[in-house]
């Protein structure tokens, strides 16, 4: 896995910040790095690339969140453009 994308992956998902006033709250978020790295870990694995689903998947059960599908849409189609180059 490349540090590059980890990283832009955590930037999409920290811009987003689907936690809101939350994130301030959680210890060692650290930038959703960890988020980022489940997310590009189980993509080919359990989700045969289906980035939006990864995405809903991932942040929700990581932080037991609802989370609005057209947020998630966006941030998908985000990442997908990162992992294409």
Do not use: C
């Not at 960890?34 to 689903?53: C, F, M, P, Q, W």
């Not at 989370?67 to 453009?81: F, G, H, N, S």
């Amino acid at each position: 896995m490349n540090k590059d994308t980890i990283a832009n992956v955590a930037k999409v998902l920290e811009e987003w910040n689907p936690l809101g006033e939350r994130a301030k709250a959680i210890k060692d978020l650290d930038g959703y790095r960890v988020e980022a790295i489940d997310i590009l870990s189980t993509l080919g694995l359990h989700y045969r690339n289906n980035v939006e689903k990864a995405v809903s998947d991932i942040l929700s059960q990581a932080f037991d969140i609802n989370l609005d599908d057209d947020e998630v849409r966006l941030a998908a189609q985000k990442i997908k453009k990162i992992l294409d180059h």
